[in-house]
């Protein structure tokens, strides 16, 4: 085929998603399942044109506090919908209808009842981080609870709009991937709420190529194949840059998916798609000369370094291997080495994330586009992740620190000095760049850095 030569990655097992009609130099896509876990795939790309991001200048726009002091989680409160308490919104009727666990269920949440001066009153409720209890809305008569949980779930996908400048899907839209038209649905309570944090810890990497709005796209029913269909980027698809969100089973699942999957919109906006070659050498890899077919479609294998001199890897995508997620040892150009018993030598993945000259922060690195992406998540994820970064992979902690303040100096700017306004704090959210943000940075950064050693 001869749009062969513009696929860069080695991604066998992304090959299952492909018909040969998807395989074009322009359908790219890069998809994965629960990224960080290990168990995943991985990409497809081509060469869109070049073009710079204007139109997205300007301060992060739900940085309300000037200070940068935290919020909680970033100045999100539950209960917004419009100016009433919760209390208020309690409805004094008695009219029931039958079903409340079907009404959560719609909307992402979960329900119990509970009497309230001899009145049964339903609470709403979804399960955040860690399975934490988030109430979003309780009544006493399940239709004031149907237009509460709808006003909520609206006033959340306008929010997720105008502060990130994204798109979201909405029920009754029809959406085509791959030639086949699916039904779309608006995200549900849940959904929007790790979305939001996703991208409110991703940005500015929401930010697209082109300039037009990153678009996420939940479906009715699942797309893609399997049972159990990963979440996947698609750089250029009906003219948009998408993000496929499938149905994760926990808000920790949909949140790490989220601030995964907009990392390739990002690494797709640097153009770590066109140029993999260079973005590779940040994770200690390079392009191997063997090339691996998968389905129609032939990719470059990628070279894991080792941290001795002439240690080399690659994923054994042979037939007996390519489901175990072993390594094989190779000379520079990703041929195998045998050992003296005449055997090629194979490691695990765990193995292989030891020897890696530059450790991936997860255990999710089958090529550097997604080492790239799961450890760029790591970094602006949480405090947790970013410390385990740091401790396990200081060198890859730098790389991805600057990557990451370069492209926040690009979308909100620098000083005259040329210092950035923004900086990341280590729970992943932005705040101004002051001397009480640095300083928190830097004490958080002395802590880690100490306990590895
Ligand atoms: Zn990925």
Redesign the pocket.
């Known amino acids: 085929m001869e749009n062969v030569e513009t696929l860069t990655l080695n991604n066998p097992e992304a090959g299952a998603l492909f018909s040969s009609s998807f395989a074009t130099a322009t359908m790219q896509q ?1 998809r ?1 399942t629960n ?1 960080g876990s290990g168990a ?1 795939q ?1 990409a497809k790309l081509g060469i869109p044109p070049l073009l710079l991001v204007e139109g997205h200048q300007g301060v992060p726009p739900e940085l309300s506090n000037p200070t940068g002091e935290p919020t909680s989680p970033y100045g999100l409160r539950e209960f917004q919908f419009g100016s009433k308490s919760p209390l208020e919104n309690r409805i004094e009727q008695k009219t029931e209808s039958p079903n409340p666990e079907k009404l959560a269920e719609r909307y992402g949440l979960k329900c119990d009842s509970e009497f309230v001066n001899g009145q049964r009153v339903y609470n709403f409720y979804y399960e955040g981080a860690g399975g934490k209890r988030n109430e979003v809305a309780s009544a006493n008569r399940l239709e004031e609870a149907e237009r509460l949980l709808k006003a909520n779930r609206d006033e959340r996908v306008s929010r997720v709009e105008t502060h990130f400048g994204v798109k979201v899907s909405r029920d009754g839209e029809t959406q085509s991937f791959r030639g086949e038209n699916h039904q779309m649905r608006t995200p549900n309570i849940q959904e929007l709420a790790a979305l939001e944090e996703g991208l409110s810890k991703a940005q500015p990497a929401q930010y697209t190529k082109d300039g037009k709005p990153l678009v996420f796209n939940y479906g009715v029913g699942n797309i893609g194949e399997g049972d159990n269909p990963v979440s996947f980027f698609l750089p250029d698809n009906d003219g948009h840059a998408r993000i496929v969100m499938q149905n994760d089973a926990t808000y920790d699942d949909k949140l790490r998916t989220a601030i ?2 907009i990392s ?1 919109n990002e690494q797709h906006a640097i153009g770590a798609f066109d140029n993999t070659d260079d973005y590779a050498k940040t994770f200690g890899m390079h392009r191997g000369q063997q090339g691996v077919l998968s389905l129609k479609i032939k990719t470059n294998e990628w070279v894991l370094e080792g941290k001795d001199k002439d240690e080399y890897y690659k994923r054994d995508w042979s037939k007996e291997n390519a489901e175990k997620n072993v390594w094989i040892k190779t000379d520079y150009d990703g041929n195998p080495v045998k050992g003296k018993d005449g055997k090629p030598i194979l490691i695990t993945n765990d193995e292989a994330q030891k020897r890696a000259r530059i450790t991936p922060a997860t255990l999710y690195f089958p090529n550097p586009i ?1 080492d790239g ?1 799961d450890s760029m998540t790591n970094f602006r994820h949480s405090e947790k992740l970013r410390a385990e970064l740091l401790q396990q992979s200081p060198q890859l902690y730098e790389s991805l620190k600057e990557m990451d303040k370069r492209q926040m100096d690009k979308y909100y700017g620098t000083n005259a000095d040329g210092t950035s306004k923004y900086v990341r704090l280590p729970d992943g959210t932005v705040a101004a760049n002051n001397e009480q943000n640095r300083t928190r940075i830097a004490q958080f950064e002395r802590q880690n850095r100490t306990r590895s050693r």
């Open positions: 890069v994965d990224p995943a991985d995964h999957e390739h997604e992406a």
